[in-house]
């Protein structure tokens, strides 16, 4: 089994839980293995998937943008809230050509605000995220 993981190509992005009636949170970490943010089930209001390769996940206030390839593999998952933990891969990672199609590999973590006010970047400081919302705050008035 671990051979044939191994030629697929398997590099695991994301981790599922099984156990009782399935995590509280969903932990997502971005690969510079500092940034860290969990966001609460119970605040989970719905997914979207308009490509393959990019899966929202909207709570509350923020949306979880999941850009990687067989990303539909998460839906049921998602549904049933077992999804526990999702990471990004390594910048250089490259699928094998024999990567199967049950394999989710999650390239790029976005997050970002979804009530209107504009995006909040990851790379962006609190500062220069508080500067943008209220330029857009004033772009409105």
């Excluded at 809230?81 to 990004?88: A, I, N």
Aim: proline letters at 5%; glycine letters at 8%.
């Amino acid at each position: 089994m671990e051979e044939k993981e191994r030629k697929e190509g398997d590099v695991s992005s994301h981790e599922l839980d099984f156990h009782g009636n399935g995590p509280e949170m969903l932990s997502v970490e971005w690969r510079d293995g500092v940034r860290r943010q969990a966001f609460p089930w119970s605040r989970f209001s719905g997914a979207s998937m308009m490509t393959e390769g990019e899966l929202v996940l909207a709570f509350c206030d923020h949306e979880v943008v999941l850009h990687g390839i067989n990303l539909g593999g998460l839906w049921k998952d998602i549904r049933e809230r077992r999804l526990s933990r999702v990471w990004e891969l390594p910048a250089d990672y490259v699928p094998p050509p024999t990567l199967s199609k049950h394999r989710v590999c999650i390239c790029k973590i976005e997050l970002r605000e979804s009530d209107g006010r504009g995006e909040a970047s990851r790379d962006q400081e609190p500062h220069a995220r508080r500067e943008s919302q209220m330029t857009m705050a004033r772009m409105r008035v």
